[in-house]
């Protein structure tokens, strides 16, 4: 959640990669050099249809990674995400084409790159039916929360990112069995966001947004961009989760990081990626703690090969990839 680049990892391969660090240029106000082949100058616009062909290929690779049934008919859902004609935009006087690449693959890639956090998630019984609610801070982009929308749940996300709300126009509402609502501002400082929100949720889930190097760095960051302001105290935050979640519901924060600077270089909060709520400030706010700050290295790194992030060009996932996850749940009343 944020406007900065450094939320902006490149996991999804060096043609999106570049684009997107174009966009971030333009709507955040950072002065980025980008120098691109030929090629990708002229890249051309998705054909509708092909992106979704292609995650659809990543299915029978991600399914056996996973251990919860639910999890593996959500991973099935992503052949059936709707076809995206592509279309201009402007942002700061800026027009960027939005096709079906950057409609789906936003920031991370593969909407598959959840499949880690909903199997963790199913682990502690979170396999719901038609109608449950699933709230995504910092949801970055579209195509997994209308994944859970095509299985009947009521899925709402909220950013900050000025991109989000100018490509996905007219995107909230109903879709297919159940329901997006898109949320752009800073929760919970705003009020109206909360009360748009509402609450009864099963989940709340945050990837890659509640780092502990974003809310609460150890060092001074090299911008204030690289740091993510909450606008409210850590234990407000946490009373507004649970007052959201249903008795028994689940809070569930999952981060991919890079390696860490040594201490004789500048500090990447985005490479401190422990939950940034201590356990006593989660027990204080009604959550019964399950898991907390569990290094999930070899999974990750697992699903980042079965996704492709080490193909040639791309990441070294033993010295490049990170992860760490923490998951509570909201005691019963």
């Not at 249809?49 to 292609?54: D, K, L, N």
């Not at 402007?90 to 693959?105: A, G, M, P, T």
């Not at 060009?313 to 019963?332: C, Q």
Request: aromatic share 10%; hydrophobic share 40%; charged share 25%.
């Amino acid at each position: 959640m944020g406007t900065n680049l450094a939320k902006y990892q490149p996991l999804f391969g060096l043609r999106n990669w570049l684009r997107l660090i174009t966009i971030l240029a333009a709507t955040s106000g950072l002065s980025i050099t980008v120098r691109y082949s030929d090629a990708q100058e002229t890249q051309a616009a998705a054909t509708p249809g092909s992106v979704i062909a292609e995650l659809a290929k990543e299915i029978e690779n991600v399914q056996p990674f996973v251990a919860g049934a639910w999890t593996k008919k959500w991973i099935s859902e992503v052949a059936q995400l709707d076809k995206v004609q592509p279309k201009k935009i402007k942002i700061k006087e800026r027009e960027i084409l939005v096709d079906e690449s950057l409609f789906y693959s936003g920031r991370y890639g593969s909407p598959l790159t959840y499949a880690r956090a909903f199997d963790l998630a199913e682990k502690h019984g979170f396999a719901p039916d038609t109608g449950a609610k699933v709230f995504d801070f910092g949801y970055g982009s579209i195509g997994h929360l209308r994944m859970l929308a095509q299985m009947g749940l009521d899925v709402t996300g909220v950013d900050v990112d000025p991109l989000l709300p100018n490509m996905y126009t007219n995107s909230s509402g109903p879709y297919k069995k159940g329901r997006v609502q898109l949320l752009d501002g800073k929760f919970p400082a705003e009020e109206a966001l909360v009360q748009s929100a509402g609450s009864g949720y099963d989940l709340f889930l945050s990837k890659n947004t509640l780092k502990r190097g974003y809310i609460h760095p150890a060092r001074e960051p090299a911008s204030p961009r690289h740091v993510i302001d909450l606008g409210v105290t850590d234990e407000k935050f946490l009373e507004q989760v649970a007052s959201m979640l249903k008795p028994g519901g689940l809070f569930v924060i999952y981060n991919f990081c890079p390696a860490r600077a040594p201490d004789d270089k500048p500090y990447i909060p985005w490479a401190d990626g422990e939950c940034p709520f201590s356990k006593e400030q989660l027990a204080t706010a009604g959550f019964e703690v399950l898991e907390y700050d569990v290094v999930d290295d070899k999974p990750a790194r697992e699903l980042g090969h079965l996704l492709g992030w080490d193909a040639p060009g791309g990441m070294n996932l033993e010295t490049d990839l990170f992860a760490w996850y923490t998951i509570v749940k909201k005691k019963s009343q």
